[in-house]
């Protein structure tokens, strides 16, 4: 079946190193989506990706769109302990494009 | 605008009891999503309804797990018989009938199952 991937599932960083985590899907996305769930809270969306090779900053994140629609990633620039969180992307399921298909999510602990 | 609301924000229940976990989608919203997340694990999709019609139940356990979301009222997510692998978080979402397909997330339900 339709599988999304992300890897890695744990990082550990130094506040202030730079973090990253890819997302890949089985199969070609119309739209790939980004959530933060921090710890103990509910996931919350951070960005809607839509265009083939499509790149979209929100201050210290870059989020990336791959050219076959089929991965993605997520760059954090210069951690803050705030970033600490699960990143999870998801896509829509193939032939019906309301039901979102979830990676497992990129757990992210900062040190300050 | 109010968000999404879920209640109770945690439930404890006994082995054999039974669950009811509630879910008013913000305002507008036709479409609502229930997740289950095991601690230190990811979400999983359970069940995806619009008003009055279920979407698609395919992470929903066949057997005593339900949920409906009438025309008048908030969605609800059935647990009859509890057991305690049942003990999880259960996440709603909702979305706007048409547009973007993003999901605003409730708070969610903890579910404790002694």
């Known amino acids: 079946g339709q599988q999304v991937m992300q890897i890695p599932q744990y990082q550990h960083v130094q506040e202030g190193e730079d973090f990253t985590t890819y997302c890949n899907s089985s199969?070609?996305?119309?739209?790939i989506q980004w959530y933060k769930q921090r710890p103990g809270g509910h996931p919350v969306f951070l960005i809607q990706?839509?265009?083939s090779g499509e790149v979209k900053k929100q201050k210290r994140l870059t989020f990336q769109f791959g050219e076959a629609k089929k991965n993605s990633s997520l760059h954090i620039t210069a951690t803050q302990t705030t970033d600490v969180g699960t990143y999870f992307c998801?896509?829509?399921?193939?032939?019906?494009?309301?039901?979102?298909?979830w990676g497992l999510g990129t757990s992210l602990a900062v040190n300050p | 605008n109010a968000g999404v609301m879920q209640n109770p924000r945690h439930l404890v229940r006994r082995r054999g009891q039974e669950a009811r976990l509630r879910c008013s989608p913000m305002k507008g919203h036709s479409h609502v999503y229930w997740y289950r997340q095991l601690p230190e694990e990811g979400l999983k999709f359970m069940v995806y309804l619009q008003k009055e019609n279920i979407i698609d139940e395919s992470g929903m356990p066949k057997e005593r797990f339900s949920a409906e979301f009438p025309k008048e009222g908030p969605s609800i997510l059935r647990i009859q018989q509890v057991v305690r692998g049942d003990s999880a978080a259960y996440f709603c979402?909702?979305?706007?009938?048409?547009?973007?397909?993003?999901?605003?997330f409730g708070p969610g339900t903890r579910l404790t199952v002694l």
């Open positions: 979402a909702s979305s706007p009938p048409a547009g973007l397909d993003e999901q605003f």
């Open positions: 199969t070609t996305l119309s739209n």
């Open positions: 998801a896509g829509p399921a193939a032939g019906n494009n309301r039901k979102l298909i």
């Open positions: 990706l839509v265009k």
